[in-house]
């Protein structure tokens, strides 16, 4: 099934355990949406959600993320924000959601400004760019072709037995 980058989004946001005090920003989120995709295309050979992905000035962006979550605190979205009946928590095959708790397990230990940079490094957004400079807005897309080749290549990028956080 693929789904939209709200609803992956939704998953993300009902993972967290908001009464041990976790927390997450719109751009972490946005780079955990942007790992899960690429990688989902890599282990799966498909893409996990339909919205397109951009290679913005922050790193790769899914627009109808940034529009959900645009005036939000950049320390974290408020737990009001967390359920959204407009974007609903989806109901995920056990390989899905295996699938999603690797990404967290791999992606989430890093903050919002490490995944940014370590995304801005590597070759899709790079290419998605091409050549505009790191300051400009850019809506051009990073393909999904161009994210499979590159994570492809990642020494973690083949399914893992079980995440062990």
């Known amino acids: 099934m693929m789904y939209t980058a709200n609803q992956i989004a939704s998953w993300f946001l009902a993972y967290l355990d ?43 962006t899914v627009p109808s993320i940034y529009e959900r ?48 940079a370590l995304s801005r490094k590597e070759l899709p957004w790079i290419e998605a760019r091409n050549g505009i400079a790191s300051c400009k807005k850019c809506h051009a897309e990073i393909t999904h072709a161009s994210m499979k080749k590159f994570y492809s290549k990642m020494k973690y990028a083949k399914k893992p037995k079980k995440a062990k956080c």
């Open 18 to 60: 908001t009464n041990a005090g976790d927390t997450i920003s719109p751009m972490k989120l946005q780079k955990l949406i942007y790992y899960a995709q690429a990688f989902h295309l890599v282990q799966f050979d498909k893409p996990l959600f339909s919205d397109k992905i951009e290679a913005w000035m922050h790193g790769p």
């Open 69 to 116: 979550f645009d005036n939000e605190d950049r320390s974290g979205i408020p737990y009001k924000k967390l359920f959204d009946p407009r974007h609903p928590y989806p109901d995920v095959p056990k390989e899905t959601e295996e699938f999603l708790e690797d990404i967290l397990c791999k992606f989430g230990e890093h903050s919002a400004w490490f995944l940014e």
